[in-house]
């Protein structure tokens, strides 16, 4: 700081050293005490959200599996004979040309290549032990898809080759999570029929879907995308302020504004943004 | 050793109501007069005051310590006084034109002796002179004077970058140097 800049302080400093009214510090004070008293409002929700979370999430995990592999639960597929599956792509040549004798339009390579698809899913299965726990369900999710992708590929075989699983006892040790993922999936899968899931469920899942987004959006601090959607977070709180405007609603549109203002006070509303947003 | 604006805060957001009133106890004076300066009415100011403290109550549980506090504490302030600004037509922009938003200025104290009429007078330059200053460069000299803010903290607080604020300080500068006469 240069010596003029010095003065130009000096200066400053001898104007009126003001400080609030008494009134106002302890109004302020009391305000800070009283914040500690109830719990902030990230706090009083977290409960109540994450269990919304969880339960929104088995629901619609449950769901898709109904939609998505109606028959696919057979009893060729529970905890006591993982190996029968396996057991199709390790058949020795002769039991593939014996299929191939049974008239069945796929030879044995594409067998064989339909078999591998199954082995590096049973195989992602086995690399991911120590998920964290609110991935859980994510990850199980993926799993059961990535099954019920590879079961549909079964199916065309399992016609011809049948017989052969039934007969094979070939134990492998990649089988090993394996039956722990389908006794999951069946828990939360019904028997399920040959038709297509009942309406119903269908017609129930606009609302789920939206109270999913919102679970989701809520449990979003938790994830991996917490900073983006953090990002975003305040962009969409105005947008719905904004739409609250162009809808005439003002008085909800204020009070949005003021609880918005009082959320975030460190954010900066861009020009162009307050132009839609502010108090008409 | 004193604890930190920063450790005050995090106690605060933690439970800790009188490390609440460590940190208003040492920054009131200066919040308010950097709030008093940047508006028209006294009344006006107090109202501002308390809506700022109020929001950085309220926000307790979202302050990060890898910025200062008092960097924090001001950017609520400033975006407080934009949304003032801006519901008297005001838009950031012009925020740095001249003859806006004329400030009330300080009265210098009135009954003083002989021998401080002098720098009463300067006082009395000085508070003219801050009052008429565009409102950014008003804002940028309360900062650094009141709040202690560096350059790079206020383009922080400000939402601008580091250039801008020297420049707005510097071109403070200058006016108030040229009306006490340096």
Same mark, same amino acid.
């Given at each position: ?6 003065? @130009?302080?000096?200066?400053? %400093? ?39 979370? @969880? ?29 029968? %599956? ?17 008239? @069945? ?11 591998? !698809? ?27 898809? @990535? ?10 075989? %399992? ?30 899968? !019904? ?76 954010? %900066? ?12 | 050793?004193?604890?930190? *604006?920063?450790?005050?805060? &995090?106690?605060?957001?933690? +439970? *800790? ?10 920054? =009131? ?6 709030? &008093? ?50 519901? =008297? +037509?005001?838009?950031?922009?012009? &925020? *740095? *034109? ?50 202690? &803010? ?26 108030? =140097? ?5």
């Amino acid at each position: 700081m240069s010596e003029s800049d010095g003065k @130009v302080s000096a200066a400053y %400093r001898s104007l009126a050293r003001e400080e609030p009214p008494a009134s106002l510090d302890a109004a302020i004070l009391a305000a800070s005490r009283g914040a500690l008293a109830r719990p902030s409002a990230s706090r009083r929700w977290a409960a109540p959200v994450s269990i919304a979370a @969880v339960l929104v999430l088995a629901f619609g995990v449950t769901l898709r599996m109904q939609q998505e592999k109606p028959g696919v639960e057979s009893p060729d597929m529970d905890a006591t004979r993982p190996a029968q %599956r396996v057991a199709v792509p390790a058949a020795p040549p002769a039991a593939a040309e014996k299929f191939e004798d049974k008239a @069945v339009a796929e030879p044995s390579p594409p067998m064989k290549q339909a078999a591998a !698809p199954r082995e590096e899913a049973r195989a992602k299965k086995q690399v991911a032990p120590a998920a964290k726990p609110d991935k859980v369900e994510a990850d199980r999710a993926l799993r059961d898809e @990535v099954r019920v992708e590879s079961e549909r590929k079964d199916l065309k075989e %399992r016609a011809a080759v049948s017989e052969l699983a039934k007969e094979s006892n070939v134990a492998s040790p990649a089988a090993a999570p394996v039956p722990q993922a389908k006794l999951q999936s069946r828990e939360f899968a !019904p028997e399920p029929p040959a038709s297509p899931a009942p309406p119903s469920a269908a017609a129930s899942a606009p609302a789920p879907a939206r109270l999913k987004r919102e679970a989701l959006a809520a449990q979003a601090p938790a994830g991996v995308a917490a900073d983006a959607q953090a990002v975003d977070e305040p962009t969409r709180e105005l947008e719905a302020i904004a739409k609250l405007r162009v809808e005439g609603r003002h008085e909800e549109a204020d009070k949005a504004l003021g609880e918005f203002r009082r959320k975030r006070p460190d954010y %900066r509303i861009p020009d162009a943004m307050w132009e839609r947003v502010k108090p008409k | 050793m004193p604890a930190t *604006d920063e450790q005050l805060m &995090l106690a605060y957001a933690g +439970g *800790d109501a009188a490390a609440f009133e460590a940190l208003y106890s040492r920054h =009131k004076g200066p919040l308010f007069r950097f709030v &008093l300066r940047s508006v028209k009415a006294p009344a006006q100011a107090e109202e501002l005051f308390q809506e700022v403290w109020m929001r950085a109550i309220e926000a307790r549980a979202r302050y990060r310590p890898e910025a200062k506090f008092s960097t924090w504490l001001y950017t609520i302030a400033h975006n407080r006084l934009v949304d003032h600004w801006r519901a =008297k +037509g005001l838009s950031l922009v012009s &925020l *740095d *034109d001249e003859e806006r938003e004329v400030a009330e200025p300080v009265a210098p104290p009135s009954a003083e002796p002989l021998a401080n009429l002098e720098a009463s007078r300067l006082a009395g330059r000085l508070s003219q002179a801050l009052a008429a200053l565009p409102l950014a460069q008003r804002e940028a000299f309360l900062m650094h004077q009141e709040g202690d &803010l560096t350059a790079a903290e206020i383009a922080a607080a400000t939402g601008t970058n580091e250039e801008a604020a020297k420049s707005r300080l510097r071109y403070a500068m200058n006016k108030l =140097k040229e009306a006490i006469g340096e």
